[in-house]
Each structure stands twice: as structure tokens, then as C-alpha cells.
């Protein structure tokens, strides 16, 4: 039996990212995978501004935007009026396109940096145990059963998560109702922008590059075919004759790399925790894959509950603080469930009063504020956590945390974010004796202490006396300025 402090189930991008969190505090941590060897597929290919902030603020975020391509906009429903990110106070209003392949590349790469072990080929069969017992958690390996003991268990291990049926959770909603086809293709017979989104009486087809290679994901909602089931095999042809129908332009596809139907099964786990058993990503949740959410949430998710679990297994926190992790999880996958079933239904159907609906949408979206209101969902800017409970409810507490530039007593300048790098809680005082309460239970050796002005270029940001900021870049309470 080997031991660890916790064991992630699934390598996946959300079950790599947890590890490296859980690893970075300081917790032996093993991740188990069935995979022998890493996933080719392109699938999640958008990444969102706040994932970047995310990886950014553990130094990374170059690492992705030196491989993928950057799109000012982002899409909800495909419609004509593109989400705008620009007025977010951010360093990455945009999307980043980036096959999920790659993007798993680089999270193992940093878990092994970080000495994460990742052993591949071990397929979780049976987990046992309790909260106080600790949990057996056994992998079939090869011709023999691999036995593991570990304080705690994340399961990333998506659909039919042997985590979340052996913690007896739940996984509400319903199967797919439909299937879309999804191909990356070389394609000829197209001109036009990068990413092409044309929707019709007739279906509607998606066209946006796979990374800098000159392949094309296809995405084609044909209602003549979206009675196929999910699980039967797409041919070329397939695709070809969905596309030139829907298009009415005479494209030619070849060289295919994947070939698949997606579909609108959508669920939410009833609970994301039982005992030390947690769930993240699509573990957690599943959805239509539309506005390019799924990979994000559970990033953010593994992001949310990895310095909590560490901050309790490390005896630095009281064990209700993993009762946050749900609190503040849950209702973003019930957000992420709305949004893609109502993005389903703009997306899939071709009647003219759906067509309509999707007009009327599009105008909306040319107003700011309802603009702002989706992009801010969609790309995880505009989240916001209860405050209260464990965390402060003074103004902006649960709120991110924007990196901007500060000026350090010895007049070197830095971004906030690389403050953040170890991942430790940071408190940032815009003066010599501003100091915000810490919550009753946080030891102040596991705060980094930071004072700090704003350059002259940034007054307002001199709205803060103080501010506390979690280990994932939230607030947790600060100081504001008195009115002058
Ligand atoms: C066509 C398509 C397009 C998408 N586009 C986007 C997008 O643009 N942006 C976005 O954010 N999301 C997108 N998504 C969703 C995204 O792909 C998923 O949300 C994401 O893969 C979830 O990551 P995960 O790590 O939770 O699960 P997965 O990536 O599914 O990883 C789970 C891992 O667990 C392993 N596993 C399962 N059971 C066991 C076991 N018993 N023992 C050991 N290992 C196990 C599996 O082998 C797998 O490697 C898209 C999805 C599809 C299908």
C-alpha cells in the first residue's frame, strides 16, 4: 500500500491542475490515470481570460500564450454579436485558442516540475474508507491491483466518476437529446476570417483553427442529423455534405484527425463533497459545450478547493472551511448548466421563431451593459463569491483580485499576480499602518505580507488601504479608503 496525502483520480486538465495546487502547499500527492499515454484531442479549445489570470498567478500564464492564438471576442449562442472582453480590467481580454492536448501538456509539465507523481495506466476499480479512517483507493495496473491509502480523494475522473458513485452523489439532469458532428479537417473552398459562425433555416456550421498547424475544427448542427446517437461513428462525408448544404459554398474537407458527435447531456452533482471525497470538473458537471466553459469551471473548481483541502490536511485551517469549497463551487455549475442548456437551445434549433429569438438575442447583445453581463459569466470575470461566513462582507470581498502593476518600498515595480506565485494567502497594504483583520483561524506566518503604493499612473486603485487576498486571487476582506 503506498501512502500520500490525497490521490487525484484523473489526469485530465482539471485532475493535473488540482494535483499541481494540492502539491504547490506542500501535500505528497499521486495522480492516477487510466490512460497509458496523454490525449491527443484537440476538444476544449477555448481558454478564457480568467483561466490565463489563473495560470498567471502562478507564473505559467507565457507558457499558454506562447502556443495558442489569440481572438479579440469571444461567442454565446454562435450569435452574429461577439462577446466583448475589453472592458474588463484585465491583461487578457481575449480568448485564447489552445487544443486541450496542449493544454494538458503544459499542466503535467508543471506537476512534474512541482514533483507531482503521475502514474498512467492505472485505472481506479474500487475506493474504500472513511473520513477518520482515511480512504484505500485501488487501481487495476497492468495484470495486477496497484493499493493506495491517502487522507483525501479528488475525484477528476469526469462521467462516470468512480469518486462520485462511491460517494453515493447524485449526478442530476438528463442524457442528450441530440448529437452535433465536430471534425478538424483540412479544408479548401473557404476564404474569410479565422473563426466562422453561420447559422441558417437550414442548420448552422462552425469554423475556427486548431492551434497554428492550418487545421480547422468544424462544427455542424444539421437537423436532418441530429437524431444520430452520440456514440455512432461521423464519416467525412458526413460532414462534407452537412456543411456544403448548410453553407451552400462547395468546401472541401481532408486529412481529418478527429472525427466525433457531441450532444446536450446536461448534469450537476447533487453534492461536491462526501466526507473527503470531492468532486471537480466534469465529475461535477457536464453540459453542451457551447461558449467554451467546461475545461474553465473545472480549472476554477480544482483552483477553489485545492489551498483549502491542503490549508485542513495541513492543520492551518478548521475542516468547515471545506464546506466553502461547495458553497462556492456548486453555484457556478448550476450557472455553467443554465447558460449552455439556453445556448442549446438557441444553438440546435432552426424554426423561424428560433431564428428570430436568436436575432432579437444578438441585438441585446449590442447593448454594454448585457454584453458585459454575459462575457463577465462566460469568461469567469465577473464572479463573485458569498461573501460572509468564513470569508469577510466588507465591499468587494469575493471578489477577484485585477493585476495590476504596485511599486515595492525599494521602487521596483511588480504585478500582484507574481505576488501570488507560492501560493500563499497575501495581504497588501497601501500604507505603512493599514493592516485588514485575518479571519479568527489564519495563522499570520501563512500570510505573506506586502506593502506597497500604486504607480502615479493608477490612482485608482488608492480606493484600498489594505486588501487580504486568498490563495486564488479573491478577496477576502479589505480596506477601503475613507471618503476624502
Ligand atoms: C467537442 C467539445 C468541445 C469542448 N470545448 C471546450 C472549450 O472550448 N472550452 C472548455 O472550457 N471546455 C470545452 N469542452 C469541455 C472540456 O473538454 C471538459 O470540460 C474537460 O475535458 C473536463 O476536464 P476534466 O479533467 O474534468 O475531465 P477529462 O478531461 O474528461 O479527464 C478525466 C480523466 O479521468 C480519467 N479517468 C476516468 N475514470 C478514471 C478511473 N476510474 N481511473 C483513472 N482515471 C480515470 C480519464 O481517462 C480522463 O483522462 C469541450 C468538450 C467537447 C466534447
Redesign the pocket.
Known amino acids: 500500500m503506498i501512502n500520500a496525502d490525497v490521490i487525484v ?7 493535473l491542475w488540482a494535483a499541481c495546487e494540492l502539491k504547490l502547499a506542500g501535500l505528497t500527492v499521486i495522480l ?4 497509458d499515454v496523454s ?1 491527443a484531442q484537440s ?5 478564457h481570460g480568467r483561466t490565463l489570470e489563473m495560470f498567471a498567478m502562478r507564473g505559467l500564464a507565457e507558457r499558454f500564450l506562447a502556443k495558442g492564438q489569440a481572438i479579440s471576442t469571444g461567442h454565446y449562442a454562435a450569435l452574429d454579436t461577439r462577446l466583448d472582453f475589453s472592458a474588463f480590467d484585465t491583461r487578457y481580454p481575449f480568448t485564447l485558442l489552445l487544443p ?1 492536448s496542449q493544454t494538458e501538456a503544459l499542466i503535467e509539465e508543471h506537476a512534474r516540475e512541482l514533483g507531482v507523481i503521475v502514474l498512467r495506466g ?4 474500487r475506493i474504500t474508507g472513511s473520513e477518520t479512517e482515511g480512504y484505500g483507493v485501488f ?1 487495476q495496473h497492468e495484470d495486477s491491483e496497484a493499493s493506495f491509502h491517502a487522507r483525501a480523494v479528488v475525484g ?3 462521467r ?3 469518486v462520485r458513485q462511491t460517494a453515493g452523489i447524485a449526478f442530476e439532469g438528463h442524457p442528450a437529446t441530440l448529437s452535433i458532428m ?1 471534425g478538424d479537417v483540412s479544408l479548401r473552398g473557404l476564404d474569410g476570417p479565422p473563426v466562422r459562425m453561420v447559422t441558417n433555416a437550414r442548420g448552422a456550421v462552425t469554423i475556427v483553427p486548431v492551434g497554428n498547424g492550418g487545421t480547422m475544427r468544424v462544427i455542424v448542427v444539421d437537423p436532418q442529423r441530429t437524431h444520430v446517437a452520440v456514440g455512432e461513428p461521423l464519416t467525412l462525408e458526413e460532414l462534407s455534405a452537412s456543411t456544403r448544404h448548410i453553407l451552400d459554398e462547395d468546401v472541401h474537407f481532408s486529412d481529418p484527425t478527429w472525427l ?1 458527435r ?1 450532444g446536450d447531456e446536461t448534469r450537476l452533482a447533487a453534492r461536491y463533497r462526501e466526507g473527503r471525497l470531492f468532486l ?4 461535477a458537471h457536464l453540459h453542451f ?1 457551447a461558449g ?7 480549472l476554477q473548481d480544482a483552483m477553489n478547493l485545492g489551498w483549502k483541502l491542503a490549508a485542513v490536511l495541513n492543520d492551518r485551517a478548521p475542516p468547515s472551511l471545506l464546506d466553502s469549497y461547495e458553497a462556492e463551487r456548486r453555484p457556478v455549475g448550476a450557472q455553467l448548466a443554465r447558460n449552455t442548456e439556453a445556448q442549446g437551445a438557441l444553438m440546435t434549433r432552426f424554426d423561424a421563431g428560433h431564428l428570430a429569438l436568436r436575432a432579437e438575442m444578438s441585438d441585446l447583445l449590442k447593448v454594454p451593459e448585457i454584453n458585459r453581463r454575459l462575457a463577465g459569466v462566460l469568461s469567469g470575470f465577473d464572479l463573485r463569491y458569498p461573501s460572509g461566513g468564513l470569508f469577510g462582507d466588507t465591499p468587494g470581498a469575493g471578489e477577484r483580485v485585477a493585476d495590476r502593476n504596485i511599486v515595492l518600498p525599494d521602487e521596483t515595480t511588480t504585478r500582484i499576480y507574481a505576488l501570488l506565485a507560492g501560493g500563499t494567502w497575501l495581504h497588501l497594504s497601501f500604507g505603512d499602518s493599514a493592516q485588514v483583520a485575518l479571519p479568527g483561524w489564519l495563522q499570520a506566518g501563512a500570510v505573506r505580507y506586502v506593502t506597497a503604493r500604486t504607480p502615479k499612473s493608477q490612482a485608482s486603485h488608492e480606493q484600498t488601504q489594505a486588501v487580504l487576498i486568498r490563495p486564488d486571487g479573491y478577496v477576502a476582506e479589505q480596506l477601503p479608503t475613507a471618503p476624502r
Do not use: C, K, W, Y
Open positions: 483520480v484523473g489526469g485530465g486538465p482539471v485532475g492516477l490515470e487510466r490512460r490525449m476538444r476544449a479549445l477555448t481558454m486541450q492505472h485505472e481506479v476499480t487501481a477528476a475522473d469526469a462516470r466518476s468512480i465536430m466525433t457531441f471537480v470538473g466534469d465529475a459545450p467554451g466553459q467546461g475545461m474553465n469551471v473545472g
